[in-house]
């Protein structure tokens, strides 16, 4: 099967909300470089249809999760704007076929970043503010039955990003020390910090920025990186209120209908 028809595959699964069978099953030997083909061609019919490349998120940023998935670094896709939402705001379980919930820490970059060879400094430079966030991921393919190459195909398994409504300027504190808690329907579902994202969030966006830099890609003043789950994925219902409340950066809210 080729990239287009892969893509062509999860297109309609993301528009019918009715998974396929991961590609792998099919393909065991289908490589992270193949599903990268993927999603460079969903991303294409995407913003053919009008949508547009608004941020990146990164995932398997922690150690148990790479050891999961038998990998070393993480992976990423982009966000694209209909895949964003405000705190606060109430999002229709028909909008997703199986979803989690995860909170972040959302950096925004002033400057354009452009690798290779950026560095935690430079990466420290570019960015100006963080956000307080929620990851809804979702799968587009059947019982999260997912493989490294089949995840990164499926936009990373992105479904919306939840922002918060106040970006704090980072200038005298580190973003790797914020502390988190983040609660579903008043109950803790996990606990975490900054520096669960490969050891400190600024790090995750130099990263990200020297792997988009063989590819001809910048991330460019502007958009944002959604640095990594800070916690274990849960799942989330219909009427199910998610709240995570940061450090510095207060809280950010979503309540699924």
Not at 142 to 161: F, K, N, Q
Request: charged letters at 25%; a negative charge; hydrophobic letters at 45%.
């Amino acid at each position: 099967m080729t990239p287009d028809e892969r893509a062509a595959l999860l297109h309609g699964a993301l528009v019918d909300r009715v998974p396929i069978p991961p590609f792998t099953d099919a393909d065991p030997a289908m490589t992270p470089d193949d599903g990268y083909a993927v999603q460079l061609r969903l991303v294409e019919r995407l913003l053919a249809e009008g949508d547009e490349i608004v941020g990146y998120k990164l995932g398997l940023t922690s150690k148990p999760m790479q050891e999961m998935f038998g990998v070393d670094e993480p992976d990423y896709g982009p966000v694209l704007g209909s895949m964003t939402a405000d705190s606060g705001t109430e999002l229709p379980m028909g909008r997703f076929i199986q979803p989690k919930a995860e909170a972040e820490i959302a950096l925004l970059l002033g400057e354009t970043l452009e690798g290779p060879g950026v560095t935690l400094l430079d990466a420290a430079r570019a960015v100006t503010h963080a956000v307080a966030a929620i990851e809804v991921v979702d799968s587009r393919i059947e019982d999260w039955r997912i493989r490294l190459p089949d995840t990164i195909a499926d936009l990373a398994s992105c479904g919306t990003v939840v922002l918060g409504g106040h970006p704090v300027a980072i200038d005298d504190w580190e973003p790797r020390l914020v502390g988190m808690v983040v609660t579903k329907n008043g109950e803790t579902m996990g606990t975490g910090a900054g520096a669960a994202a490969l050891g400190d969030p600024l790090r995750a966006v130099a990263w990200l920025a020297n792997t988009l830099a063989p590819h001809g890609v910048a991330l460019e003043a502007g958009r944002f990186v959604m640095t990594g789950s800070l916690h274990a994925a849960f799942d989330v219902r219909a009427d199910d209120v998610v709240r995570a409340d940061f450090d510095r950066l207060g809280s950010v809210t979503v309540r699924f209908v």
